[in-house]
């Protein structure tokens, strides 16, 4: 949907809205906090006014969650091997993701949406490509991880209240719940502090040691999924 749509007037003079003014409001509200009611709020016209320029909700979600994306650049250092560039490429999602509120849930819903998701998507395959990867098992292999990645940053994102103001005391109960059980609290004095960067790590190597051998970049899909059990 293209063209301009006039606010409301201010000082005798109609002023016109498009999707670069949608855009910019959006980004301003950010993902977390997008609805159609206060993008419109901000630009003093009606939520039918944004309608014109966008298909709903989920139209307004993509508009902005794609000038979100489309700052996302994957740095692919050639001397990476393997597991290592698919380790960073996990950790640099985490890392941008974590930065921008909402995005975790907007790429966990529908992906690609846009031209920024299907610019990453090509990029994923090239590196991949660089490394031995047909297409189709490139798309595979790098859409696991992301999923994988993105998944366990929604997690943390969604636990960081809980180390930080009223949600903390809700924390304490739960440390205090495991501290009175005879079998959990042994187990918990034994267990080393792991920050969540470092966790996710651990969790990130360990599934894509797993993944790298069950899918290496000498089979198919065809193949990968048949030594998995899941195809004929």
Do not use: W
Not at 21 to 26: A, K
Not at 110 to 139: K, M, N, T, W
């Amino acid at each position: 949907m293209t063209g301009t749509t006039p606010r409301r007037k201010t000082g005798g003079r109609q002023a016109q809205i498009g999707l670069a003014d949608i855009e910019r409001e959006g980004l301003r509200l950010g993902l977390a906090n997008l609805t159609v009611n206060g993008v419109a709020g901000a630009l003093g016209v009606t939520p039918t006014a944004l309608y014109r320029h966008v298909d709903g909700k989920l139209g307004l979600e993509t508009l902005v969650g794609e000038a979100v994306l489309a700052d996302l650049r994957i740095t692919d250092d050639p001397a990476d091997d393997l597991n290592s560039h698919l380790l960073s490429f996990a950790q640099q999602l985490r890392t941008f993701v974590l930065d921008r509120p909402g995005l975790a849930t907007y790429l966990q819903s529908l992906f690609p949406r846009g031209a920024a998701g299907l610019r990453l998507q090509r990029e994923a395959i090239a590196a991949l490509g660089r490394r031995g990867y047909d297409a189709p098992g490139a798309v595979m292999l790098s859409g696991t991880v992301a999923a994988l990645a993105i998944n366990l940053t929604a997690a943390e994102e969604r636990h960081r209240p809980y180390h930080d103001g009223p949600h903390q005391r809700e924390l304490e109960k739960v440390y205090a719940l495991l501290a009175a059980d005879e079998v959990l609290a042994p187990v918990q004095a034994e267990m080393p502090a792991i920050s969540s960067g470092d966790y996710f790590q651990m969790v990130m190597t360990a599934c894509i040691r797993g993944l790298t051998t069950a899918a290496p970049p000498d089979r198919t899909v065809t193949e990968i999924l048949t030594g998995l059990g899941l195809a004929d």
